[in-house]
Nanobody, 125 residues
């Protein structure tokens, strides 16, 4: 079992920055990939970014590429999402997720085994 807790959300003006954190506990040694998703009101939860825990390789959704950076601190078992040049359309609840084994389609929700409770990000225009 892996327990995930997000933090760092809040209200920011367009063009501003926020850094989200996701603290992992439990069987964290089994982590293979961690990802960030977001869900805006009335919309499906969508992929934002992911990172392979061992080698740090990353992948981003086109909508955030060049503005968001995903990283991890293995010693602290913590995942981060640095969000710059925020836009009103980035407003959503942001979730971190953990997968404990490799499998196809790591940009899909079903790839992940554990989820955090989410943190609200609101970008005002």
């Amino acid at each position: 079992q892996v327990h995930l807790v997000e933090s760092g959300g809040g209200l920011v003006q367009a063009g501003g920055s926020l850094r989200l954190s996701c603290a992992a506990s439990g069987r964290t040694f089994s982590t293979y990939t961690m990802g960030w998703f977001r869900q805006a009101p009335g919309k499906e939860r969508e992929f934002v970014a992911r990172i392979t825990w061992r080698d740090g390789s990353t992948y981003y959704a086109d909508s955030v590429k060049g503005r968001f950076t995903v990283s991890r601190d293995n010693a602290k078992n913590t995942l981060y999402l640095q969000m710059n040049s925020l836009k009103p359309e980035d407003t959503a609840v942001y979730y971190c997720a953990c997968a404990i084994s490799p499998r196809p389609r790591p940009e899909e929700r079903g790839y992940y085994d554990y989820w955090g409770q989410g943190t609200q990000v609101t970008v005002s225009s």
